[in-house]
């Protein structure tokens, strides 16, 4: 072994003298890497940039024109990009702060030890594993305008009426929020009850010689405790829902009269009903650079409120 | 809420003790309650899929099915169009081959970056963490465009390979090798154990539980995936979630058939949850809380 290596050049040793012995481990995922990852972005620019024609071999350069599109009042790209953009917004405003609180209070309700605790906690984790089809499903039927289980209670309850709330626009909204909140809860739940069990006890002790209560306990003590998983909760929770999907589709198909359509279904819409494959890729592009930026931004705050919260 | 806040400030030793019952129950009854809303959609589809379907409109409303029927379950397993074994078969195919290739990926590419010095190797990690902050519909055309010109429209190709070099479990096996202590290695090299050895006698041993959670979560996700099947795979080569919607929404539009193969798709993974379950919370804990 000793003289093979001293005789052959670095480069062609056969043992793990040789330099190009780490690259050889990652050489399966590099080559991966570069063609699923790094050359689609670079694809989805081209593609963004050209009249994309499946069945053609030669596809048209036509600059910015799908960019432009967007941004230009009267195209129907402007108009249908712009009007689910907001619908996609109102889901995250109203999503996100239910995802968060829901999931504290449920953490906070199961904190100390209690009858069935590991039997609720499976409970609230469990639709969390469903896959959105079914979940939306579930949903649907139970929304359903006739005989869904929310409408033969409303009817049964005095000076309530049914609500047909999967064709009115406004209450769409309501299986699809509801929906999304028992289905994705469970996992902020078990991030803040994990955060929970490792605050110190020596906090509480101090605050209750202070004669703190319940409240004022939660709010000096837990909260500013609880603050960066709230943050990675809200930056996790955020760019989730503003990806939103499979729930309108599946409960809604983005009804009625597109109000519930997500902008992620309606860039889908564009590529697959429509064919127009290079103006959905420009709506990615600036779709997904807006959600970088939101990212980034979250990102930011994330570190200076930690950093204020240690200081 | 400030009454019980109010009843607490007054603790003293013996108090304390009769004050924590009725919080308890208070609290106790809220848990159950919720767990009846969150456990009653899945408890309505389960009746619903045994009604026969003038029963599951009928009023007043039967809370416990009055005559139980499998005739959905029967009437759906015989339509023509419905290949339920099928689309199992391509779920559990995919999702599992997605999930070992990208955890065996995840091990071989974590290695040198985490127990090997060369150049380059700082930038190639940055260059893979940057890449998970690339949100994923930023793929959806090109990776779709690519599968027709690579003929892999309608082929478990398409399922399989386009996720699998995602950086996440790069990332995540990286954190657990890094804190394998080094005299491990060093010990084995004097045995005379070449590096892929020491990766796979020394190493791997210490990476079986996050590989384990890693795989599942992977499985998980490759199994729930929804956006990417319903537009690369149809007909035949779906996988199942999705196949129940588009399917269903076409073939059965009644909900005693829609609720029977809901049913379906969802038990199996509720059965398995259900078993695997401390593992599985511990698992999520170890990916995503690993520095908590």
Request: with cysteine.
């Amino acid at each position: 072994m000793i003289s093979t290596r001293a005789r052959r050049p670095p480069l062609l040793r056969l043992d793990d003298s040789n330099p190009l012995v780490p690259y050889l481990y990652l050489l399966p995922q590099a080559l991966l890497f570069l063609a699923f990852v790094v050359f689609p972005i670079a694809f989805g620019i081209y593609v963004s940039l050209h009249r994309w024609n499946i069945l053609s071999d030669r596809q048209t350069f036509v600059g910015l024109d799908y960019y432009t599109a967007i941004f230009t009042a009267g195209t129907p790209q402007a108009q249908f990009f712009w009007k689910t953009m907001l619908n996609t917004g109102f889901f995250v405003a109203v999503s996100v702060p239910l995802l968060i609180g829901c999931a504290l209070g449920l953490a906070l309700l199961l904190e100390k030890p209690i009858a069935g605790r590991g039997f609720f906690r499976t409970v609230f984790f469990l639709p969390t594993i469903l896959a959105v089809s079914i979940m939306g499903l579930l949903w649907r039927w139970m929304f359903e305008n006739g005989s869904g289980l929310i409408n033969v209670v409303l009817e049964r309850i005095p000076f309530l009426n049914t609500v047909p709330f999967l064709t009115t626009v406004g209450w769409a909204w309501v299986p699809i929020i509801v929906g999304t909140v028992w289905w994705t809860v469970g996992f902020n739940m078990v991030l803040y009850s994990a955060a929970l069990a490792g605050i110190p006890r020596a906090y509480y002790d101090a605050a209750q010689l202070d004669g703190a209560g319940t409240f004022a306990t939660f709010r000096f003590v837990t909260w500013p405790m609880l603050a960066p998983v709230t943050l990675f909760a809200a930056i996790t929770t955020t760019i989730a829902s503003f990806q939103v999907f499979g729930q309108p589709h599946v409960i809604t198909n983005g009804g009625p009269l597109r109000s519930t359509q997500s902008v992620m279904m309606y860039i889908t819409e564009e590529a697959f009903t429509n064919f127009r494959f290079s103006s959905a890729a420009a709506m990615s592009m600036v779709f997904g650079l807006a959600l970088l930026v939101i990212a980034a931004f979250q990102f930011r705050l994330m570190l200076q409120d930690t950093g204020r919260g240690n200081s | 809420m400030a009454t019980i806040a109010g009843t607490g400030r007054t603790g003293v030793a013996v108090g304390s003790r009769r004050r924590r019952m009725p919080r308890g129950i208070i609290r106790f009854v809220t848990l159950s309650l919720l767990a009846m809303i969150f456990l009653a959609p899945i408890y309505w589809m389960a009746t619903t899929s045994v009604k026969s379907e003038s029963d599951t409109i009928a009023r007043p409303v039967q809370w416990i099915p009055e005559e139980p029927t499998l005739e959905n379950y029967r009437a759906i397993f015989a339509s023509p169009n419905a290949t339920f074994l099928r689309w199992t078969w391509n779920s559990l195919f995919t999702s599992v081959a997605f999930s070992l290739l990208s955890v065996a990926l995840g091990v071989l590419t974590a290695y040198p970056l985490a127990r090997m010095r060369f150049p380059g190797r700082q930038t190639w990690f940055w260059i893979l963490l940057g890449s998970m902050m690339v949100p994923g519909i930023i793929f959806l055309i090109p990776h779709y465009l690519m599968m027709i010109q690579l003929n892999w429209i309608d082929t478990y190709n398409a399922l399989i390979w386009p996720g699998v070099p995602g950086a996440f479990g790069v990332f995540l096996m990286r954190q657990f090798l890094v804190s394998v202590p080094l005299e491990l290695e060093e010990a084995a090299r004097l045995d005379g154990a070449n590096s892929l050895q020491i990766l796979v006698y020394v190493l791997v041993p210490f990476l079986i539980a996050p590989m384990a959670a890693l795989g599942l979560f992977n499985f998980m996700a490759a199994w729930n995936n929804y956006v990417w099947p319903l537009f690369v795979v149809h007909g035949d080569m779906q996988t199942l979630p999705v196949a129940i919607t588009t399917f269903s929404s076409r073939y059965w539009t009644t909900y005693g058939k829609l609720m029977a193969g809901t049913a379906i798709a969802s038990i199996p993974v509720l059965i398995a949850f259900l078993v695997a379950q401390p593992y599985f919370i511990r698992g999520m804990s170890l990916t995503g809380l690993k520095d908590e």
